[in-house]
Nanobody, 120 residues
Framework: QVQLVESGGGLVQAGGSLTLSCAVSGTIFSFNAMNWHRQAPGKQREFVAAITSDGSTNYAHSVKGRFTISRHGAGNTVYLKMNSLKPEDTAVYYC??????????????WGQGTQVTVSS
């Protein structure tokens, strides 16, 4: 059974850094793309960053220049390095992945979420 396992959340002061990780647990055929989203209390879930299998990245305007999404080689773990954190970055961060689970089919997966709290 394929799952996304997130880690790395926590409490940090404004201006600090955190790195989130999202690992694919289980057997997949290949990796298509992986994204990070976040949801703050009382707000809708929003896109944060994405990386595709060819290494292309995309960021929300609010985090561009502060956050970096990366993948080490051909591995199935993606990282979100968050620098210069602001209180408004406080949210539950969710990993989302488009994975090819067989040669001919892909599925969409979500992680359980990890809390990031930035104190002022």
């Amino acid at each position: 059974q394929v799952q996304l396992v997130e880690s790395g959340g926590g409490l940090v002061q404004a201006g600090g850094s955190l790195t989130l990780s999202c690992a694919v647990s289980g057997t997949i055929f290949s990796f298509n793309a992986m994204n990070w989203h976040r949801q703050a209390p009382g707000k809708q879930r929003e896109f944060v960053a994405a990386i595709t299998s060819d290494g292309s990245t995309n960021y929300a305007h609010s985090v561009k220049g502060r956050f970096t999404i990366s993948r080490h080689g051909a591995g199935n773990t993606v990282y979100l390095k968050m620098n210069s954190l602001k209180p408004e970055d406080t949210a539950v961060y969710y990993c989302n992945a488009d994975l090819r689970v067989t040669f001919s089919s892909s599925s969409d997966f979500w992680g359980q979420g990890t809390q990031v709290t930035v104190s002022s």
